[in-house]
């Protein structure tokens, strides 16, 4: 388990890792866990390959482990879908990212914990410190079921972020996340960009600097699975 503090947090942390849903309710019935608790500064979570940063909350944790029960639990003990970290992430975000070359990617329960934070209310245009979306999380990451998770919620495919990208041009370019290169994340892009073109959303649609979806499409192979 990964080891940061000691205490009920680190306890917390590896009940949330093994995913032990009764051990996590337990600690919020006999109020030993403060749903509302932030982690006091930034830690990396090698068996999610994912970061926790300062301001992060046990439902930050658990989003980002894609432990939709857990979700759950915390969900309905009050905790706050809307919580930001020191970046401006919400739980979403988290929930949104992920690391499919991972030997323990759980595509589904990912999907799960998508589909809990937004019935319970959180924002699928939330934008972070970045000006990123979860939908750009999820594209960035190759993350296709996230994706078609988020744009079936009415995740907007046109919110651009600081550097004045869209999720679709993302879609269409190296990432550099995700597995970039490998079979499984060129895979994974096709899937992507499929969902955004079932989705409706135009080719034409352009960034920051003006490029539309196509012209941002630089490989043979990608820009062959773009409308005219």
């Known amino acids: 388990m ?3 503090w000691g205490g009920p947090m680190q306890s917390m942390i590896d009940a949330v890792l093994a995913n032990d849903v009764e051990r996590v309710r337990e600690a919020v019935l006999d109020r030993t866990l403060n749903v509302s608790v932030q982690f006091p500064e930034q830690f990396m979570l090698e068996s999610i390959a994912h970061w926790i940063y300062a301001g992060d909350t046990v439902l930050h944790l658990a989003a980002a482990a894609h ?14 879908v809307s919580a930001r970290s020191r970046r401006k992430a919400e739980p979403l975000h988290y929930a949104a ?5 991972l030997e323990a990617w759980d595509a589904p329960a990912q ?13 699928p245009d939330s934008a972070d410190a970045n000006g990123a979306t979860p939908l750009h999380r999820a594209v960035r990451t190759r993350c296709a079921d996230a994706v078609r ?6 995740a907007s495919a046109e919110a651009r972020n600081k550097s004045g990208s869209t999720p679709f041009h993302l879609a269409v370019q190296d990432t550099g996340r ?3 290169g490998t079979d499984v994340a060129r895979s994974a892009q096709r899937a992507i960009v499929s969902a955004f073109l079932e989705a409706g959303v135009s080719v034409a649609l352009t960034d920051g600097k003006g490029r539309s ?4 499409a630089r ?7 773009l409308p005219n």
């Open 67 to 80: 432990r939709a029960e857990i979700v759950g639990v915390l969900v309905d003990a009050g905790a706050d």
């Open 178 to 180: 995700g597995g970039t």
């Open 111 to 123: 999907v799960d914990t998508l589909r809990l934070l937004l019935q319970a209310g959180a924002d």
């Open 97 to 101: 990212g992920g690391y499919p070359l």
């Open 219 to 225: 490989v043979a192979w990608v820009r062959a699975l």
């Open 149 to 154: 998770c988020l744009l079936g919620a009415g």
């Open 2 to 4: 990964c080891r940061i």
């Open 213 to 216: 979806v196509r012209e941002a």
